[in-house]
């Protein structure tokens, strides 16, 4: 007694002998073998019939660039792809890092530089603006820099000596200050490097996510698509496979 596996798999091969006698019977009617071929083993079908199967897990390439452009990596991690992520995740950290880092260290070498000037030129240091303490470097005291700018007409950069007062103990004094107060700008001047890395970093990261979740969804592996070889006149000669790899 059959059971019902093998029952199921004859009454398919039954039904699937009555189709393709259908089919062979229209080919006398002026139809071709190779027209039933093309509607019976055509791998498009397959693959259409594939791909609605499998739209529903793809990735959006939109999100996944979003995703980057707010934290490098996580469109990776969005499309799959941590191993990658991992390496742009890693520079934001590193570069998040460098930009405080630089941001403190110019700070407290402008604090120092600040100080230095205030105990060897006697000015105070509170409420001034950054010109004041590059001029400070730039002048032995305040009537210098007075006389320099009555001599060029620019009157309205003239300090009032009661509130902008400084008189440096020593030329070299006055250098030491300058070479430390440069110091601390070339170390900020840095903030912007690590600020363009952070954009790069985001830019390079969302192109990247795009193209792997791009690749993700047109899947990878190997496939293998079947057709028959024919000769002329509709002669079947054996099957052909082949055998595709998607990277």
């Known amino acids: 007694m059959l059971n019902k596996k093998t029952a199921v798999l004859l009454i398919l091969?039954?039904?699937?002998a009555l189709n393709l006698n259908a089919q062979i019977s229209k080919s006398e009617s002026g139809y071709k073998l190779s027209d039933i071929r093309y509607k019976v083993i055509n791998h498009d079908n397959f693959d259409t019939l594939k791909n609605s199967?499998?739209?529903?897990?793809?990735k959006s390439p939109g999100v996944s660039i979003l995703l980057s452009?707010?934290?490098?990596?996580?469109g990776h991690y969005y499309a799959g792809r941590t191993d990658v992520g991992a390496y742009f995740f890693g520079a934001e950290v590193g570069m998040w890092l460098g930009l405080f880092?630089?941001?403190?260290?110019?700070?407290?070498?402008?604090?120092?530089?600040?100080?230095?000037?205030?105990?060897?030129?006697?000015?105070?240091?509170?409420g001034k603006d950054d010109d004041f303490f590059s001029n400070v470097g730039s002048f032995l005291n305040v009537y210098d820099y007075n006389n320099d700018k009555l001599a060029r007409g620019e009157y309205t950069k003239l300090y009032d000596v009661?509130?902008?007062?400084?008189?440096?103990?020593?030329?070299?004094?006055m250098a030491t200050y300058d070479a430390q107060r440069k110091r601390s700008e070339r170390t900020y001047n840095l903030r912007t490097i690590f600020a363009t890395g952070l954009i790069l970093n985001r830019l390079i990261s969302g192109i990247s996510a795009l193209v792997?979740?791009?690749?993700?969804?047109?899947?990878?592996?190997?496939r293998m698509n079947s057709q028959f070889i024919m000769s002329p006149g509709n002669r079947i000669d054996g099957l052909k496979l082949n055998v595709v790899k998607t990277f």
């Open 13 to 16: 091969i039954f039904f699937a």
């Open 53 to 58: 199967y499998t739209e529903s897990g793809k």
């Open 69 to 74: 452009l707010l934290l490098p990596g996580a």
């Open 101 to 126: 880092g630089v941001n403190y260290y110019g700070g407290v070498l402008r604090d120092d530089a600040r100080s230095y000037a205030a105990t060897h030129s006697g000015l105070n240091k509170n």
């Open 162 to 173: 009661n509130t902008h007062f400084w008189n440096w103990d020593s030329g070299d004094n």
């Open 212 to 222: 792997l979740t791009n690749k993700g969804n047109s899947g990878s592996g190997i």
